[in-house]
């Protein structure tokens, strides 16, 4: 009978146990978008892997990815297999399945190698939903250019280190833009 360890129901299980077990927490956000031209939805997680005794203290594990189907269990999977690869990156871990990574399956190697730590990516310093909601509520195009300009500088530094909320914050604004010059 095969049988594979990594399946995403069995990363998750483990991943999640072996944070718990050295008191760290995921959670996870997610951006989903339809790819037409595929005729498939992509999901995109974000995790946070937050300190259970200090949760100011958190990294984040940005930019996993999944394509699912378009019909009723596409957007799930896709979320799953997202979140899956989220775990696989944060604990740096192969599946074996020869199909996702190219890898055969064979048992881990003993290292007894120190991670460098990481510096913890603090994007807190910005408030996307306070930008997006200006945007959104501007009344005229004279009000929503003084916005544009008001954030612009934090847009910019959302371009360097956070694209997801950079694209988030533009797609609004030129949704906003369109149809105030529309009139609307």
Known sequence: M???PLLHDNVQAVATQALLDNGLYATCNYLTEI???IKQVMVVCTMRVY???DPTQHILVDGCSAFGNLDKFGTGNAMSYSRKYAFLNLLNLKTGIKDEDGYEPKP???STEQSVEEP???DETIDVEDIKHELKSAKTLESFKVA????????EYLLRNNLRAY???TDIAETRETQLNNGQ
């Open 2 to 4: 095969h049988f594979n």
């Open 35 to 37: 790819v037409p031209n």
């Open 51 to 53: 300190d259970v005794d």
């Open 108 to 110: 881990f190697e003993d």
């Open 120 to 122: 913890t990516y603090m």
């Open 148 to 155: 544009k300009e008001k954030h612009r500088a934090n847009v």
């Open 167 to 169: 694209r988030q914050v």
